[in-house]
């Protein structure tokens, strides 16, 4: 077993749990983009998390503010890879909270910008949007802290016992 593929599994595992029952917006892809963004080249860092929720909509259906979903896990790489060179257990867990922030107000504001959506285009109705989402970013701040720990936490692990995982280097292909 080598790095990428160890690394892959654990993704493709966190992945697939965005198809099992679970309460709403208690998902992997943050914590994905940030694991991706630490261990992955930079192109896989972007491919995985988008690659994950494409195929998850494709199945659970597609929706209007997709563009705002997408773009702010692609802004979470981001978060990764600054990630990568500032790793610990507080930065990551810090990290994990921007990108829970980041998804909860860019998401929003996609929510109330979209044409025909729920909120009037007005202060109001941006300041209803986010108060109405609230309980959804209690339940992202719980998922996204739990599949980050897991991710990191598994990887970590897995370096003690596998030398392969010792490398620093994002991986690559």
């Known amino acids: ?6 690394a892959l599994g654990l993704i493709l595992l966190a992945a697939s749990s965005r198809l099992l029952p679970h309460p709403a917006n208690v998902a992997p892809i943050t ?3 940030l694991f991706g963004g630490v261990y992955l080249g930079k192109r896989l860092a972007f491919a995985v998390p988008l690659l994950a929720m494409f195929l998850s909509d494709a199945v659970l259906g597609f929706h209007a503010a997709m563009i705002w979903v997408y773009g702010s896990f692609a802004a979470t790489v981001l978060i990764g890879f600054w990630l990568r060179r500032h790793q610990g257990v507080l930065t990551t867990a810090g990290a994990t909270v921007a990108g829970s922030v ?4 860019v998401t929003n504001f996609g929510m109330w910008a979209t044409p025909g959506g729920l909120y009037p285009h007005t202060v109001a109705g941006l300041g209803a949007c986010y108060a109405a989402a609230i309980p959804f970013f209690r339940n992202s701040m719980f998922g996204d802290l739990a599949y980050a720990g897991a991710l990191f936490g598994l990887f970590e692990l897995g370096k003690r016992y596998l030398p392969v995982l010792q490398d620093r280097a994002p991986v690559e292909r």
């Open 31 to 33: 914590a994905l983009a």
């Open 1 to 6: 077993m080598n790095r990428l593929m160890f």
């Open 102 to 105: 980041l998804f909860f107000v």
